[in-house]
Each structure stands twice: as C-alpha cells, then as structure tokens.
C-alpha cells in the first residue's frame, strides 16, 4: 500500500534520529577509553594533530597533554640536551616539534667582552640566565654565536633574533653600516642587511636603509617589543637539511666606527620559521 507524504517523512526523520544516536554512541564509547589508551593514539600523531585533538573534548585534551604523548615528540638526543643545563636555553617549537635554543651572551663571542672597560655582566631578575653582557662603551662592534647542525631538526627553516635591552641613555646602536648575516660551512646563507638596535621612529631618517654611500638601498630590521620585557630584531634565517656543518650568526660594525653604548644582551634566539 502507498504510503502517504507525511508517513515518508515521519520514517526519515525516525531513520536521522537512529543515525544520530548511534554516532553519539560512537563518540560516548571513545571518550570512556581510558586516557592512556587515547595518549597512546595520539602519540603516533603530530604536535599540531596533538593540539587539534585536545579541542575535541575535555578527556582528549587531559590525553593529548600529557607526558606520554609529547615524550614520543622529543628529539632522540633529548637527554644529552638536557644535561647540558640551561645554557643554552631549550625548547620543542609546539605545533612543528622543532627544537629551539636561546644562545646565552655569556656563550657568544663579544669583542672586547672580557674586558670590564667595555663590557660588563650583570645579574636580571628576567633573565633566563645567570648573567647578561652589559655594553659599557666601544666603536669596534662584532657579536658572533655559533651552532652545530646535528644540535637543529633537520630539514628545518630556522629564523634567528638578537634578544636585548636598551639602557637608559643609549646610543649609537643603529648605525647605518651595521650589518648582521648567517654562514653555514663559511658559505652565506643569509646575505648581510642592516639592523638597528634603536626602535623605528616618526624622526628615524630614511636614508637609514643605505648602508654605503652608493650602495643600493636595503630593507633595515628595527627591533620590536616581546611579552617578556626584552626586545628582538631578526638577523637572517636559514634552512638546515641533514648536514654535519656550524651555522655561525654575526652581527657587526666595523666600519664608521661610531661610539656605542647602552646594549643589554640577552643573546640570539633560533627558532622555527613558519614562513617561506
């Protein structure tokens, strides 16, 4: 017998309901696995698929945040990583898994550093380290940090930031013919740009960008303000692939010659670089 159009629609509906009740079931018996049984699925995952799961449910995020799951993200060197304290400072990028490393001053190389005529270290409470370089006065100006490829993930875009402070009555940090750039195996693989140490402002001259009288005009990295109370200007990036080689960051002004003072280093922050 031919059914009518609301007995058709009557059945759809009964048809939905059931449909419905069994996904709910479905996902009901998914959250009441026990939590070590979802750590352990989502161990096999990624740190970004890790981070998709724990907005699925308050049992997936308690799983998805837990030591069992991001013990499985950590670099298979971890523990000799570790033991090296915390210089320099250490960390696993979250969405990616790339390590990343904060290169103390105290590990860089400073010319005149050793000096107290030129440079001092000093104790911050906001510091991750003990004692940060304080400039106290120089012309010559040369930083240099340095890196083995083994200790970077590998196949990997990397960024690195000079990290610092300005003291009160600061200058000559923004020099036109200061410059930063990045070697790896004595090869250039950032090309030099100039960076100035003093944030962009409405009387900051816009010949500023031209490094040379007669050189072409070029992009200039101004420092910007983080959450943390310092300061970060990006000196150059680079992309690691399996090598055994050093990646070694300058940043320098050994040309005008200009006095400089006022420079609170931190260090130079490496770390995973999302962009192209």
Excluded at 91 to 96: A, D
Aim: with cysteine; net charge negative; proline share 4%.
């Amino acid at each position: 017998m031919k059914q009518s159009r609301r007995e058709e629609v009557d059945d759809d509906v009964s048809v939905g309901k059931k449909e419905e009740e069994a996904g709910y079931c479905s996902s009901s018996s998914i959250s009441r696995l026990p939590e070590a049984c979802l750590a352990h699925a989502i161990s096999f995952t990624t740190p970004t698929d890790a981070c998709r799961c724990s907005a699925v449910s308050a049992d997936f995020q308690a799983a998805a945040s837990s030591n069992a799951v991001w013990e499985r993200f950590l670099p298979p060197d971890y523990d000799s990583i570790l033991a090296r304290a915390d210089d320099p400072s250490f960390w696993l990028e979250r969405t990616s898994g790339a390590k990343c490393y904060l290169l103390s001053s105290r590990s860089l190389e400073i010319a005149w550093g050793d000096d107290a005529r030129y440079w001092r270290w000093i104790y911050l409470p906001d510091s991750r380290f003990e004692r940060v370089a304080a400039l106290v006065f120089v012309c010559w100006f040369h930083l240099r940090g340095r890196i083995n490829c083994r200790e970077l993930s590998p196949n990997t875009r990397y960024i690195v930031y000079l990290i610092f402070k300005l003291a009160d009555k600061s200058y000559g940090l923004d020099c036109r013919t200061q410059e930063a750039y990045i070697t790896m195996d004595d090869q250039v693989v950032s090309a030099k740009r100039t960076v100035s140490l003093h944030p962009r402002t409405q009387e900051t001259p816009l010949d500023m960008g031209r490094s040379e009288v007669g050189r072409a005009e070029e992009t200039v990295s101004y420092p910007r303000e983080r959450g943390d109370g310092w300061m970060e200007v990006q000196l150059g990036h680079f992309y690691n692939h399996q090598g055994d080689g050093m990646v070694v960051i300058n940043l320098q002004e050994i040309v005008q010659l200009n006095s400089k003072k006022g420079l609170i280093l931190e260090g130079m922050e490496i770390r995973h670089s999302i962009g192209p």
